[in-house]
Every structure is written in C-alpha cells, then in structure tokens.
C-alpha cells in the first residue's frame, strides 16, 4: 500500500539553529499536506502544496514539494522554543480526501 | 468560531469492555473523520463520514469498533470488546477546503 515516511524521525538543535524535515512517498502524490502537532496537543493545518516544485514561506517556516511529486520538505529557520512539536507530512490521496500521515520528525529544542 | 469539540477527554477501561466517545463537528462542516493516533506515530484514519453517510471505512475493525452520524453533525465511536492494543489517543477533525480540523482527542487507556 501507498507509503509516506519522513526523515529523521527525532531531531534536537539548539535554539537558533535550523531544522529540516523530510518526507517521501512510494507514489506520486495529487498534493501535500503539513500538519504540527504540539505535545500532548492534536494536529493542526500549516500548509497545502499543490504544483510540482511549489514553494511556500510562512514567516521562518519554508515548504517545498519535489519536481516530481513524491517528495517534500519543511525547512524551519532560527527555531525557536514554539517550534518544538511532531511535524507531519500528509497525502490526501487524490481528492478523496482522507489523509494518509507520514511517520512524524519530532523536533526538541534546547534552550 | 468553537472547534471540534470532543468527550471525554481521557478514558481508562480494563481489556473486554466497551467504550464510546463523542464527537462535534464545526458546525457545518460536512465531512467528519476518526483517527487512531497510537503514541509514537502518525494518526490513522478509521472511518469518514460526509453528512451522515459512512465514505470510507477501510480501516474500521468492524469485529469490535463501531461509528455512527446519525443526524449528519454529532458522531460516536464505539468499541466493544476493548484490547489492550486499543491503547491510542482518537481524533475527530471535521473539513473545511483542504484543511482538517482536528479536535483535543480522548485518551484510551486499556489495562
């Protein structure tokens, strides 16, 4: 069945530093969903990509989605304490709307 | 405008009882989702509903978990007889657009 897996899966950096998030998927993908999940909260919507090599920013957050439709990231710059959470990559499986998550990056900062 | 509003927020149970949780929905918000989110990994979708007519339930153990829409808004979750492997946080998120919006979530504990 249709795979979504993410790299690394736990990161830790010094506040201040960047941090990258990979997701890849085994098929090509309609769009791409990314979702953030503080702990012990539930996920919440950050952004939907759609065109193949679209680029997105959001303040210190920036989304990119592969050429080829199979692969994305989410690059945050300067983290700070707030970005602390599990990002998930989603696949809405081609309008039918039901999201396939990926495995998860969980991100700790140190202070 | 109110979240997705969901109850109870935890819940301890031991193995072979049954257990129900409840879901509202943004109001309006036709679409309606269930989500096993074991810890550790990304939410799993169990059962969608658009109104109160079940799309995709592919993923519903249906020997042992149960949903229902019965007036298009509100839903249920039921599970009857409960595992041990039960143990999960489930999501209720509702659809606006592209963007699910997720609700806190109950804790399941089965001991």
């Known amino acids: 069945g249709q795979q979504v897996m993410q790299i690394p899966q736990y990161q830790h950096v010094q506040e201040g530093e960047d941090f990258t998030t990979y997701c890849n998927s085994s098929?090509?993908?309609?769009?791409i969903q990314w979702y953030k999940q503080r702990p012990g909260g539930h996920p919440v919507f950050l952004i939907q990509l759609v065109k193949s090599g679209e680029v997105k920013k959001q303040k210190r957050l920036t989304f990119q989605f592969g050429e080829a439709k199979k692969n994305s990231s989410l690059h945050i710059t300067a983290t700070q304490t707030t970005d602390v959470g599990t990002y998930f990559c989603a696949d809405p499986n081609f309008g039918n709307e039901k999201l396939t998550f990926g495995t998860g990056t969980r991100l700790t900062i140190i202070p | 405008e109110a979240g997705v509003a969901q109850s109870p927020r935890y819940k301890i149970i031991e193995k072979r009882q049954s257990v129900a949780f409840w879901c509202n929905p943004i109001?309006?918000?036709?679409?309606l989702y269930w989500y096993q989110q074991i810890l550790g990994q990304g939410p799993k979708l169990l059962i969608q509903?658009?109104?109160?007519?079940?799309?995709?339930d592919s993923q519903l153990p249906k020997d042992r978990f149960s949903a229902e829409r019965l007036k298009g808004v509100d839903s249920t979750l039921k599970i009857q007889p409960a595992k041990l492997e039960d143990s999960a946080v489930y999501l209720c998120?509702?659809?606006?657009?592209?963007?699910?919006?997720f609700g806190p979530g109950t804790r399941l504990t089965v001991t």
């Open positions: 109001s309006g918000h036709a679409t």
């Open positions: 509903f658009q109104n109160n007519g079940v799309v995709d």
């Open positions: 998120a509702s659809k606006s657009g592209p963007e699910q919006y």
């Open positions: 098929t090509t993908l309609s769009n």
